[in-house]
Nanobody, 124 residues
Framework: QPQLVESGGGLVQPGGSLRLSCAASGFTLDYYAIGWSRQAPGKEREGVLCISNHDEITYYADALKGRFTISRDNAKNTVYLQMNSLTPEDTAVYYC?????????????????WGQGTQVTVSS
């Protein structure tokens, strides 16, 4: 059974950085597009960005360009979300997700496998 496990969340001060990890088991990430989404308290889930299986990056939230980026290490079967210049508005549970496509889907609704999420809190 494919599984995704996020880690790296926590409490960070405004302006700080965090790197989240998404480790896959039960399948090989090489053949999957991997995305990150987030859900803030009281809000709907929001797609953040995605990396295709040939490392093309798609941003679902254009406002995050320049602060968030995604990368993958196929040898470790892990994808990373690097978040910089964090603000309290970035506080959310962050989820990684996977779909067995070469390209990123248009919407995060099309991902098939989801992790359990990791909490990111930006506060002073």
């Amino acid at each position: 059974q494919p599984q995704l496990v996020e880690s790296g969340g926590g409490l960070v001060q405004p302006g700080g950085s965090l790197r989240l990890s998404c480790a896959a088991s039960g399948f090989t990430l090489d053949y999957y597009a991997i995305g990150w989404s987030r859900q803030a308290p009281g809000k709907e889930r929001e797609g953040v960005l995605c990396i295709s299986n040939h490392d093309e990056i798609t941003y679902y939230a254009d406002a995050l360009k320049g602060r968030f980026t995604i990368s993958r290490d196929n040898a470790k079967n892990t994808v990373y979300l690097q978040m910089n210049s964090l603000t309290p508005e970035d506080t959310a549970v962050y989820y990684c997700a996977a779909v067995a496509w070469r390209v990123c889907p248009v919407s995060d609704d099309e991902f098939d496998y989801w992790g359990q999420g990791t909490q990111v809190t930006v506060s002073s």
